[in-house]
Structures are given as C-alpha cells and as structure tokens.
C-alpha cells in the first residue's frame, strides 16, 4: 500500500487560489494513476482531477480551465493548484493512488471557500 500525505488546505475567499499537494511512500513513476477527489457534506465523493504515469491528465468538467494537476517526480510529490475558487469547490480533498490493482488514500485535507 502506497502512503499518501496531503496539505496545502486552508481557508481562502472566492476568486483566491490554494495549491494541494500529495506526497507518496514510493516512487510516483510506479503508480498508474494518481488523482485528486473532493467530498462536500451530503454528498459522494468525487474525481477532480487524475494524472497517468505517463503524464496523461483528465479533469472534471466543473474544474477545467481552473484546476491545473502536476508532479514532480524527484519528490514523489503530485499538486493541485486551484485557481478562481468558488463557494462550491469547498470539501475536504483526498489524494488516491491506484498501485498494482489496489486503491490508496490519503487523510484529507479541508478547501473552505468563503468569504
């Protein structure tokens, strides 16, 4: 199992910006798809945005333009930078790892978007 810590949460005011970042347990060149899921109260948790192994990215439609996913692999270490933040991108961010047929996650971080 791959060990996944996030940070860069916080509070921030609509039109702000907050970077996410995920730092793996192996070597992030090994896992086929790291990817960004957010859950707000009452509802599911849902994909934001995911990048391959081989750098492919994918987003969700109510992110795109806004959300940019990245890595660098020296550090082992995928973000999130979140641009033009609206009320209704506040949940609490997971960052999952799909390794060898097995799903990890990290604990969570909290996006609050208000002013």
């Known amino acids: 199992q791959v060990q996944l810590v996030e940070s860069g949460g916080g509070l921030v005011q609509p039109g702000g910006s907050l970077r996410l970042s995920c730092a793996a347990s192996?070597?992030?060149?090994?896992?086929?798809?790291m990817g960004w899921y957010r859950q707000a109260p009452g509802k599911e948790r849902e994909l934001v945005a995911s990048?391959?192994?081989?750098?492919?990215?994918n987003y969700a439609d109510s992110v795109k333009g806004r959300f940019t996913i990245s890595r660098d692999i020296a550090k082992d270490t995928v973000y999130l930078q979140m641009n033009s933040l609206k009320p209704e991108d506040t949940a609490v961010y997971f960052c999952?790892?799909?390794?060898?047929?097995?799903?990890?996650w990290g604990q969570g971080t909290q996006v609050t978007v208000s002013s």
């Open positions: 990048i391959t192994n081989l750098g492919s990215t």
């Open positions: 192996v070597n992030i060149l090994s896992i086929n798809t």
């Open positions: 999952n790892a799909w390794r060898m047929g097995a799903d990890s």
